[in-house]
Structures are given as C-alpha cells and as structure tokens.
C-alpha cells in the first residue's frame, strides 16, 4: 500500500501563486504516473495535470494550461503543482494520485487510472 499526503494548500489572493507538494512513500516500481485533481463544491472532480514517471513528458487541462506547471523530484518521490495567475475559479480541493505503470511514459487523465489517492488539499483565491 502506497501512502499518498498533499501539503502547500491555503488562501491566496486573485493573480498570486501557490505551490503544491505531493509525498508518496516508498515506490514498489520504478515507474509511476502523478497526477492533479481538483474538485469544487458542488462539481465533479476533474482533471488538472499529470507527469510521467520520467519527469519530462506532462499534460494539462486547458483550463490551466500556461498557468500550472508539473514537475516532480524521483528522489524524494515527491511531485508538485505550482499555480501561477490563480483566479477565483481555481478554488477548490486538490488531490494527488498516482499509478503504477509499466514503463516512464505513460500518462493519465482520467481518475479511474489512478490507483493512490490522497486526502485532499484546500485552496481558497479570493482578495
């Protein structure tokens, strides 16, 4: 079982910046897909960004797209969300997840691909 905790949530104002940090405990594979997720009250949690395992193939949401950015550091099996140019729209709870895959360059966009989830962070933007 994989342990999956999301740190960096919080408040900020309209056209600031928040980074996310996601920590998974140790890998049972060398290769694991790690993706963002946000949900709004009253909205399905839906997709926001992805990495792969080898750390240079990504993909976004077009609604955030220019403006969020994933990357992630192998070593300390740890991925990031930083969120630039944030607008009232973009508050909600963010999740990690991760999944195991069968080599570095797979991606997922889709929350049934995941396997590991976290318990959600929250960020608020508003002035």
């Known amino acids: 079982q994989v342990q999956v905790v999301e740190s960096g949530g919080g408040l900020v104002q309209p056209g600031g910046s928040l980074r996310l940090s996601c920590t998974a405990s140790e890998h049972t594979s060398s290769f694991y897909t790690m993706g963002w997720f946000r949900q709004a009250p009253g909205k399905e949690r839906e997709f926001v960004g992805a990495i792969a395992s080898s750390g240079g193939l990504t993909t976004y949401a077009d609604s955030v797209k220019g403006r969020f950015t994933v990357s992630r550091d192998c070593a300390k099996n740890t991925v990031y969300l930083q969120m630039n140019s944030l607008k009232p729209e973009d508050t909600a709870v963010y999740y990690c997840?991760?999944?195991?895959?069968?080599?570095?360059?797979?991606?997922?966009?889709?929350?049934?691909?995941?396997?590991?989830w976290g318990q959600g962070t929250q960020v608020t933007v508003s002035s």
């Open positions: 997840a991760l999944v195991r895959t069968l080599s570095g360059s797979y991606l997922y966009t889709a929350e049934s691909g995941y396997e590991y």
